[in-house]
């Protein structure tokens, strides 16, 4: 079957532009995970989707960073006002109850690479 | 606050020799902890994970680790490399009583298999 996808697999922008980032996950899978991977660096959580609401955004750095999931299935990464320290590989992750206490596996996407220049 | 600390950045082993990739991990509550690998251009996979049922665990293409909470320690081996396991690997910690799910990353190491 199709596992998570996520487009597009890259972004060059311009410093200070806006992105969306967007992650399909495998399909029933209800929870959907974002990480940020900087070169060189191992995945760092941003935030944790249950269905459509976001149980645990503590990892986004900071009010330019914003993600939604209208109807649990499909979430999208919104950064505001880019800045060049925003470059990285965005990675997207589901899993089907969410919840590393029910031993889930996240199964993660290919990531889309941000470049701002 | 969870930490997982990779010792090395780059292994480096001979076609057929013992992979042994180490990873130490800091946790105030029973861990999860897992290996990803990460294939160039490819997403994060699912190498192993630990989660409480046994201390000797086993995953895809021939890799196992081995939990020991005495040396908070989950190293990653392998008996016999291949050129094709040359890949960075992630040693990953979760936290068993939270339910919030984020994994939290090492730095990665990037092991090379010379021929």
């Known amino acids: 079957g199709a596992g998570v996808s996520q487009t597009p697999s890259n972004k060059v922008t311009e410093k200070g532009k806006y992105v969306e980032l967007r992650c399909d996950p495998i399909?029933?899978?209800?929870?959907l995970y974002w990480y940020r991977q900087s070169l060189g660096q191992g995945p760092e959580f941003l935030i944790y989707?249950?269905?459509?609401?976001?149980?645990?955004d503590s990892g986004l750095p900071n009010d330019r960073f914003f993600a939604v999931r209208p109807e649990g299935s499909v979430s999208t990464l919104k950064i505001q006002r880019t800045e060049r320290g925003d470059s990285a590989v965005y990675l997207c992750?589901?899993?089907?109850?969410?919840?590393?206490?029910?031993?889930?596996?996240?199964?993660f996407g290919p990531g889309t690479r941000l470049t701002v220049l | 606050a969870q930490s997982v600390t990779q010792l090395g950045s780059h292994v480096s082993v001979s076609e057929g020799a013992l992979v042994l990739l180490r990873c130490n991990y800091s946790?105030?509550?029973?861990?999860?902890l897992f290996w990803y690998v990460q294939y160039p251009n490819q997403g994060l996979q699912l190498l192993l994970k630990?989660?409480?049922?046994?201390?000797l665990v086993k995953g895809i293409n021939g890799f196992e680790a081995e939990f020991k909470k005495s040396e908070t320690s989950f190293h990653l081996t392998k008996p016999s490399a291949h050129m094709s396991d040359a890949a960075e690997y992630f040693c990953?910690?979760?936290?068993?009583?939270?339910?919030?799910?984020?994994?939290?990353f090492g730095k990665g190491t990037r092991l090379h298999i010379l021929p």
């Open positions: 989707f249950q269905g459509t609401g976001a149980a645990d």
């Open positions: 990953a910690v979760s936290d068993m009583m939270n339910r919030d799910d984020k994994i939290i």
């Open positions: 630990y989660t409480s049922a046994a201390t």
């Open positions: 946790s105030s509550v029973p861990p999860y």
């Open positions: 399909s029933g899978h209800t929870a």
């Open positions: 992750a589901s899993s089907p109850k969410g919840g590393t206490s029910y031993t889930d596996t996240q199964y």
